[in-house]
């Protein structure tokens, strides 16, 4: 079996508010093996964004980590100073964040912007080699050399895209972290880029935490999938489980709602508003929507429960099974 990699445990990510703390990330665990791919799914503003970013610990206030750990190889990266972090950050575990493409510098040459990043994470390798190792990180993002004298407006977005991958990827992290990597794209772009993202990893043998809203995309990537909902991780499981037996009511109206595995299926057409995270629903906070709702759901908070081995979830219709 695998090991572990990345340990993801009771994570809180808060961020203050004059009505007080918006728990955008509250109590999340799960787990990423060495050369594995998870997906982390759920609507906007489940907090999919806050839990890539305090992975990086790249939270800013008003954001807070309010408690829990994130170890990679058993270190936790909450712990580490801002200096130590530094290191990590490219080298270790690197993000492309949402909507990376449109931050690209306009003014800036692409092989300046790559080597930039570079720099500013390890300044111990002379411009010369950094010259140098641009068109071998184009190539592996499958762009052709020309693209390092280029400047942003001259490229597609897709291409963009591929630019923003190799910046994450510049210094061979462990873990990539994808937030929406494809969500400004056409199908036909989306499936390309996904592919060099999987084609990457394999080189690197890296893992990957692909961030998004499309199940159905998802599904065509990931080994393994959570489902985030209003800031929880209401269910954890490999792909092929949780699609042919969703567990968590909330799953189930998500995978209902796609047209078909193969075919790109969004989130959409589930009753109900995603809470309030100020203010959210007592007990499970999915029951003002959910269409299995139980008396005890608004009363009690679920625990997560792995129901059996690989398959975590959180919801009262589970908490009685023995394991
Ligand atoms: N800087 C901020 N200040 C206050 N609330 C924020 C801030 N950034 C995000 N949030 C809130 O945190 C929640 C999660 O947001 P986000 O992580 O961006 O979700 P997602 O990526 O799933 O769309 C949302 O309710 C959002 O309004
Ligand atoms: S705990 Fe109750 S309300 Fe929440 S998802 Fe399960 S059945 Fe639905
Ligand atoms: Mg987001």
Redesign the pocket.
Known sequence: MKAELLQVRNLRVY?Q?AVGP?K?VDDVTFSLKSGERFGLA??????????AFALMRLIKP??YIEGGQVLLDGGDLTKLSEDEMHKVRLAQIALVP?GAMNSLNPVMRIKDQIIDGIVDHSNEIPRSALEERVPELLERVELGPEVANMFPHELSGGMKQRVCLAIAISLSPRVIIA?EPTSALDVVVQRQVMLTLGQVQESLGASVLL?GHDMGLMAQFVDRIGV?YA?KLVEVGSVREVFKEPLHPYTQLLIACLPSLEEKGEFKGIPGLPPL?LNPPSGCVFHPRCPQVMSRCSLEVPSLEEVCPGRWVVCHLYTEVKR
Do not use: F, M, N, R
């Not at 759920?42 to 839990?51: N, R, V």
């Open positions: 961020y508010t918006l955008a759920g609507e906007s503003g489940s907090g999919k964004s806050t839990l008003p954001g949402q937030d961030v985030l800031g995270l």
